[in-house]
């Protein structure tokens, strides 16, 4: 059973328009997401993450959304870059007993067009 | 060389050889993590080792053998493969295991099984 699962394999968006990542979850005890980034031929790194006592935390382009109610994340990028082409990969982990076992999503494929 | 380093980046083995692919963190972290990734899959947790000490082992078939000399080396054995263990294996390492911490990456070793 998926815990972590992101429904869309792939995005494709113009430059300088908004990118929506989704990502949603069945685990009731995940208080801690994460969201990480991977190019072709390098290993993912940590991008932004956000807390269960929070619903939004934003760096930069970068903003993350969380519903808890919905057990649904989303990550906004604006505008989007085609440097920020990449495997974007959704993960929780139960802070508070797990820490840092994260528990991944399939990944979804940005592509940012010029 | 700093972050985190894997070797080699890619390794194509019969499944009777026995190989080892290696990880080296030159951050100071204390954790070290073994991730599977398949195609279209999740990244998928395979150890966890927390001060040289394993901590978790997650069902994973003993034809895999981790190994951890110290707080910067990470070792995964390998001997007597399935063609269906090709993937990338990703080493990780976080401050401690527990926490909210981030996971850095290394950029994988992509192993073939023939």
């Known amino acids: 059973d998926q815990q972590v699962k992101q429904n869309s394999p792939s995005l494709s968006v113009q430059e300088g328009r908004i990118s929506i990542l989704n990502c949603d979850y069945t685990?009731?005890?995940?208080?801690?997401f994460l969201w990480y980034k991977k190019y072709p031929a390098e290993g993912p790194t940590f991008l932004i993450s956000?807390?269960?006592?929070?619903d939004k935390n934003e760096d930069g382009r970068f903003t993350v959304f969380l519903n808890k109610s919905a057990k649904h994340l989303s990550l906004h990028i604006v505008p989007s870059q085609p440097g920020d082409s990449a495997v974007y990969f959704c993960?929780?982990?139960?802070?508070?007993?797990?820490?840092?076992?994260?528990?991944f999503g399939e990944g979804t494929q940005l592509t940012v067009n010029p | 060389e700093t972050g985190v380093t894997q070797t080699p980046r890619h390794l194509v083995m019969g499944m009777t050889n026995k190989k080892s692919l290696k990880c080296e963190q030159h951050?100071?972290?204390?954790?070290m993590y073994w991730y599977k990734q398949s195609a279209k899959k999740p990244l998928e947790l395979m150890f966890v080792?927390?001060?040289?000490?394993?901590?978790e082992n997650n069902s994973v078939p003993s034809r895999f053998s981790p190994e951890c000399p110290n707080s910067s080396h990470l070792f995964l054995h390998l001997h007597t493969l399935q063609p269906e263990d090709s993937a990338l294996y990703l080493c990780?390492?976080?401050?401690?295991?527990?926490?909210?911490?981030?996971?850095?990456f290394g950029a994988g070793s992509r192993l073939t099984v023939l």
């Open positions: 990780a390492s976080s401050t401690s295991p527990s926490g909210a911490n981030v996971l850095t």
């Open positions: 956000i807390s269960s006592i929070k």
């Open positions: 951050l100071g972290h204390n954790a």
């Open positions: 993960a929780a982990s139960e802070e508070e007993t797990s820490g840092s076992r994260l528990t």
């Open positions: 080792y927390n001060f040289k000490e394993q901590t």
């Open positions: 685990n009731s005890m995940f208080d801690y």
